[in-house]
Nanobody
Framework: VQLQASGGGLVQAGGSLRLSCAVSGRIISTYGMGWFRQAPGKEREFVAAIRWNGIGTHYADSVKGRFTISRDNTKNTLYLQMNSLKPEDTAVYYC????????????????????WGQGTQVTVSS
C-alpha cells in the first residue's frame, strides 16, 4: 500500500493550500483516514480524520473552522483544504489509513493508523 501526499508549499499567513493524498494498493472506500502533522522539534500530532463513507469528520481544536478534510472514494484520494493559514501551521503533513475497515470511531493516535504517506511540507510565512 502506498500513499502519495502532494500539494504542500510556501504560502503567506492568511493564505490557503489544498493537500491531496493518492492511495494505491488498497481500496480506501471501507477505511477511515486521517491527516497528521509534525513541526520541527515537535512530536507528530493529529490534525483531522474522516470516516470510511465520508459521513463524519473530526478535527483538532487548533484547526477547527479553518481546515476541511474530505475524500473521493472513486479516485481513492484524500484531501485537506487549509484556509486562513497561520505560521504555527508550518509542518510536514502526513496522510494515513485507519486500522480496521468500516470503523465507526475516530483515532487521534498514531497507533490507530496502519499505513502512512511520506509527508508533504507546508510552510507558512508571517
Amino acid at each position: 500500500v502506498q500513499l502519495q501526499a502532494s500539494g504542500g508549499g510556501l504560502v503567506q499567513a492568511g493564505g490557503s493550500l489544498r493537500l491531496s493524498c493518492a492511495v494505491s494498493g488498497r481500496i480506501i472506500s471501507t477505511y477511515g483516514m486521517g491527516w497528521f502533522r509534525q513541526a520541527p522539534g515537535k512530536e507528530r500530532e493529529f490534525v483531522a480524520a474522516i470516516r470510511w463513507n465520508g459521513i463524519g469528520t473530526h478535527y483538532a481544536d487548533s484547526v477547527k473552522g479553518r481546515f476541511t478534510i474530505s475524500r473521493d472514494n472513486t479516485k481513492n484520494t484524500l484531501y485537506l483544504q487549509m484556509n486562513s493559514l497561520k505560521p504555527e501551521d508550518t509542518a510536514v503533513y502526513y496522510c494515513a489509513v485507519r486500522r480496521g475497515y468500516y470503523s465507526t470511531t475516530y483515532s487521534q493516535d498514531d497507533a490507530g493508523y496502519e499505513y502512512w504517506g511520506q509527508g508533504t511540507q507546508v510552510t507558512v510565512s508571517s
